[in-house]
């Protein structure tokens, strides 16, 4: 599994690269000392950078903000591109590359499983300190992350995103 983690890696190279700098710019805003900050690696640290586990808020902020930055990001490219070439079926390159761009910005979204499960403990675990309203509105993108980053060990996150972009205009022309 590891070797079809890093191929899934390195074939959404932008998101891979955006994600990683974005974790290190968590790192840096909550304080958590990063030891290791090679972007790209042949290991389950492809696109992650190797930090000192955070406590409190800074693990969920490491898992929160590059996913939410990443995600808005993919969405933002996904969804003129694929309106164009699924939707319209106007086939140009400024489609065919926002396309592969905002894909491999929703494969990367998702935390390394280890923060994801830091932050659950620091939530959610028998010597967690988090109040009752935090632990309500926090518990929806907890999930969402922590289920994330295990479908993202596998790979399998390149390919839900290949179908969330590919449904994401018909689902728009529902709403609208």
């Not at 890093?6 to 959404?12: E, M, P, Q």
């Not at 929160?64 to 990001?73: A, D, E, G, V, Y």
């Amino acid at each position: 599994m590891a070797i079809i983690y890093f191929i899934v890696k390195i074939i959404t190279i932008p998101g891979t690269l955006l994600k990683a700098f974005l974790e290190h710019l968590a790192c840096r805003m909550f304080d958590v000392p990063v030891e290791f900050s090679k972007y790209i690696q042949k290991n389950e640290l492809c696109g992650h950078i190797e930090h000192v586990l955070a406590d409190k808020k800074g693990s969920f902020g490491i898992c929160f903000m590059p996913h939410i930055i990443s995600l808005f990001s993919g969405i933002v490219m996904v969804l003129p591109a694929s309106m164009n070439l699924f939707y319209l079926g106007k086939v140009n390159i400024f489609s065919i590359v926002f396309i592969y761009v905002g894909i491999s910005c929703l494969t990367n979204c998702f935390p390394l499983l280890e923060d994801a499960i830091n932050m659950w403990s620091n939530l959610y675990g028998k010597e967690s300190t988090a109040k009752t309203v935090s632990k309500v509105f926090m518990f929806i993108p907890a999930i969402i992350m922590y289920a994330g980053a295990y479908i993202d060990r596998f790979g399998i996150t390149l390919i839900t995103s290949i179908l969330f972009s590919y449904a994401l205009p018909y689902v728009l022309a529902l709403v609208v």
